[in-house]
């Protein structure tokens, strides 16, 4: 089958938020909480993991709550101030310009998804928030996925998704889609049947010794 589109994961794939902001951040919100004392090894699970909640609660603190202080702190303008885009996101340009059409499946919240993408020098052919869908369809569901794909008139298996982290692999696993991990070297994910790339240069390699991704020359 040929490739048709690329499914991408925003945040800690095409951006990334300086590490000294997040943790500042989450610890900030916990002792607004009474929760003085975490384990380190907790915020890079919250950070980057898909059991927020479960971390949270183990904190002693309810999620609810500890979200809402959450977003009152973590504002786009004070975002933007720790945001950065890898280096070989320009490079998305080649894909573009391979025939590949592209696409973006974020959890990020609108105000902050909103500002990340301004900084990203490529149009995408479709762009899914996931909290505009119901709101119990976060990943790993795939809702955000297929509705990706419906946009860009590709099917599953036309299509290859690149994240990050284990949340975007069992999301990648319930839409059906192949999945690539994108290691920038942030954090340990533990995707041992994932294949893996360490950059834009290398999925390009990757893909571009696959047949069926030549043959859109």
Known sequence: MIL????????????STRADYWRSLVKTVARTHG?????????PKFWFGHKRDE???SWGIPPKDFWKVFRELDSAAEREKHVFVFEDVSFLKNFKRKGLKLGVVTQAPSRIAGME???IPVEFDSIVLMDSLD????KPDPAGVHRCLRELGIGVEEAVYVG???EDYLTSKNAGIRFILLDRGEHEA???EAEKVKSL??????????????QRD
Not at 4 to 15: A, M, N, P, R
Not at 135 to 138: L, N, S
């Open 164 to 166: 990050n982290s284990e």
């Open 55 to 57: 971390i949270i609660s």
């Open 190 to 192: 533990s995707c041992v």
């Open 4 to 15: 048709k589109g690329l499914v991408f994961d925003l945040d800690g794939t095409l951006t």
């Open 35 to 43: 929760c003085s004392e975490m384990s380190e090894e907790d915020l």
């Open 135 to 138: 709101r119990y369809r976060f």
């Open 201 to 214: 240069y290398e999925l390009w390699g990757l893909l571009n010794s696959e047949k069926g991704f030549m």
């Open 117 to 119: 993408l301004k900084k």
